[in-house]
């Protein structure tokens, strides 16, 4: 459906967004979802590092326990 849009296409969409909402607004909806991909980006890495540490703790405890040894 997208394929065949090219540059004029996004300049025109581009500059009726303008026109419909203005410059201030459009400023303000692009600083938000920047905000949210910046968010979105630190909860992934926050999780991976969660998984990260998670296997780290597994891995450390490797000693046979009290009542295993002879």
Known sequence: MFQNIGLPGLLLI?????????KGKVSSLMGEVGKGITA???GVSDGSKEIEDAK???A????PAEKDKV
């Open 60 to 63: 450390k405890d490797v000693t």
């Open 40 to 42: 979105f980006k630190k």
């Open 14 to 22: 581009a500059v009726v967004l303008l026109v419909l909402f203005g």
């Open 56 to 58: 780290a703790e597994e």
